[in-house]
């Protein structure tokens, strides 16, 4: 049984750090790029950052660049965000997702159950 499981997130004051991560069970993180994205209430869901699956290549989001990075330990089949300086309307669920294609055009798609972050005084 493929799963992914996010963990690290909770309650935080502004300006404060969390480290999120992404561990794979079942299957190798190493051969899919890796996003991260959230969802607060009332709102839509935005991708806050990728990674490919060499990680050398990364994308953030506009709203998180220069605050968040992504990285990724394929030893451990883990993938991370580490937030820094964080703000309140980082408050939000966060998600992980695996994706990948093979030779067919068949998409692999996982995700993890979701991780909430709250950052508040």
């Known amino acids: 049984q493929t799963q992914l499981v996010e963990s690290g997130g909770g309650l935080v004051q502004p300006g404060g750090s969390l480290r999120l991560s992404c561990a794979a069970s079942g299957f190798s993180l190493g051969y899919y790029d890796i996003s991260w994205l959230r969802q607060a209430p009332g709102k839509e869901r935005e991708r806050v950052s990728c990674?490919?699956?060499?990680?050398?290549?990364?994308f953030y989001a506009d709203s998180v660049k220069g605050r968040f990075t992504i990285s990724r330990d394929k030893a451990k089949n883990t993938v991370y965000l580490q937030m820094n300086s964080l703000k309140p309307e980082d408050t939000a669920m966060y998600y992980c997702?695996?994706?990948?294609?093979?030779?067919?055009?068949?998409?692999?798609?996982?995700w993890g159950r979701g991780i909430q972050v709250t950052v508040s005084s």
């Open positions: 990674i490919s699956s060499s990680g050398g290549s990364t």
């Open positions: 997702n695996a994706r990948g294609s093979d030779d067919a055009g068949t998409v692999f798609s996982s």
